[in-house]
């Protein structure tokens, strides 16, 4: 299986700062990667697909990049409702992985 | 509006059976690629097991494999997951995924609000 590490596990931001999160793969795939957020209680929600697609409706200060074994999640102006925890995903494969997840904090 | 609903957890002993149901709304149900995903009380989220459009092709995680058996019923847009022999492990909510469908493998871009399974003695 391919296994995904997300760093940071933890992320204490305040309101309007900029935020990135990395995805690491443990073998290329490609830009074959989503981000999903994930609320206390609520199922996860898909934002970005491909490594850089933007899901309809959802914000343009959520943006990804990367290819091959390293990505990123950026957050270019931390709101309220984007507390919460971040996962990355390879679908490269049919044996889907997700990172262990990334919690965004309030500062 | 696109909706999927998962019902049928509950409290069960180990080594027990339970089946989960996912009712979707809002879609052709038998265009999409459905899987079941879990998440343990406190933790990351799990693949557990991907089903085609009309049911040939059926893959499972390997710490399921051989107790849970994943199906569908087109003509009433509905999934289950058969989970047979139970173990403290799979504790978790359980939730019901459609594939995006612009590829295969592909993202998962509705998800149900989940159904929680507890298996303890």
């Known amino acids: 299986d391919i296994q995904m590490t997300q760093s940071p596990s933890t992320l204490s931001a305040s309101v309007g700062e900029r935020v990135t999160i990395t995805c690491r793969a443990s073998q290329s795939i490609s830009s074959w990667l989503a981000w999903y957020q994930q609320k206390p209680g609520k199922a996860p929600k898909l934002l970005i697909y491909k490594a850089s697609s933007l899901q309809s409706g959802v914000p343009s200060r959520f943006s990804g990049s990367g290819s091959g074994t390293e990505f990123t999640l950026t957050i270019s102006s931390l709101q309220p409702d984007d507390y919460a925890t971040y996962y990355c995903q390879q679908y490269s494969s049919y044996w889907w992985t997700f990172g262990q997840g990334t919690k965004v904090e309030i500062k | 509006q696109v909706q999927v609903v998962e019902s049928g957890g509950g409290l069960v002993k180990p080594g027990g059976s339970l089946r989960l149901s996912c009712a979707a709304s809002g879609f052709t149900f038998s265009d999409y690629y459905m899987n079941w995903i879990r998440q343990a009380p406190g933790k990351g989220l799990e693949w557990v097991s991907y089903?085609?459009?009309?049911?040939?092709?059926?893959y499972y995680a390997d710490s399921v494999k051989g107790r849970f058996t994943i199906s569908r019923d087109n003509a009433n847009s509905s999934l289950f997951l058969q989970m047979n022999s139970l173990r403290v492990e799979d504790t978790a909510v359980y939730y019901c995924a459609r594939e995006k469908g612009s590829r295969a493998p592909d993202v998962f871009d509705f998800w149900g609000q989940g159904t929680m399974v507890t298996v303890s003695s």
């Open positions: 089903i085609s459009s009309s049911s040939s092709t059926i």
